[in-house]
């Protein structure tokens, strides 16, 4: 199948900025998107941003204007860079991929990482 490895995650005081990556492995035959979703303790889990094969962006309304997703195609990497950050943005924040895998590239999947741990606290 397709592995996402994520990594970036961490602890940061309000105002400061962290970058997520999360890297997309195995045998690919393309990707249609990738982004993040996350969670946090006693909320649903809710859309951040996410990024199409052809570029195309969308980010919850909270975080617009403050995280920024952008792709590195050749290295199948997507990059959340996220500034301003806040308390309320403390989640557990998970990479995904709509992926085809060479053995069915007929067929799109969703796939996810392992999730990374972002706290923002003084």
């Known amino acids: 199948q397709v592995q996402l490895v994520e990594s970036g995650g961490g602890l940061v005081q309000p105002g400061g900025s962290l970058r997520l990556s999360c890297s997309a492995s195995g045998s690919i035959a393309s990707i249609n998107a990738m982004g993040w979703y996350r969670q946090a303790p006693g909320k649903q889990r809710e859309l951040v941003a996410g990024?199409?094969?052809?570029?195309?962006?969308n980010y919850a309304d909270s975080v617009k204007g403050r995280f920024t997703i952008s792709r590195d195609n050749a290295k199948n990497t997507v990059y959340l860079q996220m500034n301003s950050l806040k308390p309320e943005d403390t989640a557990v924040y998970y990479c995904?991929?709509?992926?085809?895998?060479?053995?069915?590239?007929?067929?799109?999947?969703?796939?996810w990482g392992q999730g990374s741990q972002v706290t923002v606290s003084s």
């Open positions: 995904y991929a709509d992926a085809s895998h060479g053995s069915a590239w007929w067929a799109s999947y969703d796939y």
């Open positions: 990024i199409t094969s052809g570029g195309s962006t």
